[in-house]
């Protein structure tokens, strides 16, 4: 028997969940829930509705886990909590410093539903985190670094799209590769913002904007851009769509450390990534773990959950015996 | 209170336990059990005493977790289900096909003790294993490669050495970039043994051994080498001391896979890692995994796991609060 997912919000990462769920034969796709009038909304699956978020509670019986797909900064820590009341619920929430805040409030939710929830699942809080614990825990004597890129950031995408004169934008975060060569080293290098990641952006100006005011202006952007080496290309609007059209992203999770009774042995330990896109990836990453969280309930437990907390046995769709005698 | 921790076997691995367990402040050596005159074995561990096999039951109490470094030929099918009966337990055993009887074996002797045993950790069975299924779990429609080395085959060195002539050896794997790419490009090639790893062997003859004699045997070895681009290079004993003494090894676990309606986006994950002494790197994995079997059994747990098996957080030394607010 399938574990009946649905979709809440079908932007670019429902769409991802959409696709994701088709390629694992033991999840099945049972609602997409949304805040537009639901006839608006085309989906690509098959036998299965569009309903407006307000219907949501009457679908309570008919979904096993519920898969939130809203922005992490005004979306998610209102409605994974909301949710979480009645339903199992997985979301990506990435605003790093405001996931123990989001962690309480989903938490004291889901033990009085009796639901199981997981909370920041992706790749970055997600695979990354992961990365970082595990290497942490073998390698206690040392240091780990994490890159991110080349791939769009739709925040600083955002930021330039905002500037006065600036018709669309895209971003690049791009990691600096000595920066990259440094950190293999061994050498546990004090790196500052700028030595670690560049930001390549690839503006189109409204007709007769002032493009030398427009470079300023991003390149002295405070949080954005102000602390890094930035390079300003315009572009047609033509140029764009052909050449920047995609969402790729990556990354790199470096732990350097020393083992013996002396310090004496050196060890690199390195996880990448490197993305098409962005929201698929992150929608795969999730979809495994809606499987954890089906499971999970099933089993009794109940309560908030992150990637630190799910064996990782429960992620696959393999049994234990299968896992075992594959893949160890 | 520290986890009380005991040494069972003194050879490389078992000394790589005893300098982890100095770099983990809540980790505590308590005892080294050997086959060999306790006498005879000096450890680096001031206030620890060294004792004989036969005197493990006596040490019943004092331990909470017994680190199991015998070798995976004939030490830790017997001894890892043995001690399961009295203590809870950590093995390496990394014969990938015999590893569902031993789980079975030691999961029959955890379940009537009500310890918990945890097998086959390092880095692989273990690290590797781990990536193999979160990656596997995430794109469902890939394929997963292996790499292993550049480093140290101890089976290999070994079967050199038992070779005519033969008075000392090291033999290194070494995988081929090529291949390496060729997986990272996402064509999912089909690799033949000799197109992933070539070997390297460093030969320290007898006086008056016939070198072309023992080159031939080596490089049409079965098994060991035949199916293998093999390099000889015959040295001096003084020049194997010098340049060969250590015991580096690392590898890299890489997936591939496509998401989307048509599977038009490209991912890759990569798992990497350079390690300058395989048996210090093995320890430190595996004394994480003491501390998760501690905490296991003190939540009232038992029976055989796997890597698999085990959430992460109950790796680190920080407490759930902590991990979420500086890892995730």
Redesign the interface.
Known sequence: MSVRIGIYGYGNLGR?IE??I???DDLALVAVFTRRPPETVKI?TEGVSVYHVDDVLSHKDDIDVMIMCGGSATDLPEQTPALAKHFCVVDSFDT?AK??VH?ENVDRAARESGKVAII?VGWD?G?F??????A??????GKDYTFWGRGVSQGHSDAIRRIDGVADAKQYTIPVEQALAAV?SGSCPELTTRQKHTRECFVVAKEGADLAKIENEIKTMPNYFADYDTTVHFISAEELARDHSGIPHGGFVIRTGK???DG??????????????NP??T???IV?YA?AAARLYKNGDKGCK????????L???LS??E???K??
């Open positions: 991802g696709a994701a088709r390629q694992n690509r790093h996931i123990p962690f920041s809080p695979m985190s992961l990365n970082r614990l595990y942490s825990a073998i390698l206690p004597d293999r083992t013996g009774f004496e042995n050196d060890h690199v330990i390195e996880y990448s990534l490197k993305l098409d896109s698929e990836f929608a795969s990453v495994a499987r992150t990637v630190f907390d799910i064996p990782p046995a992620l696959s769709p234990p015996e896992l075992r005698a893949m160890l």
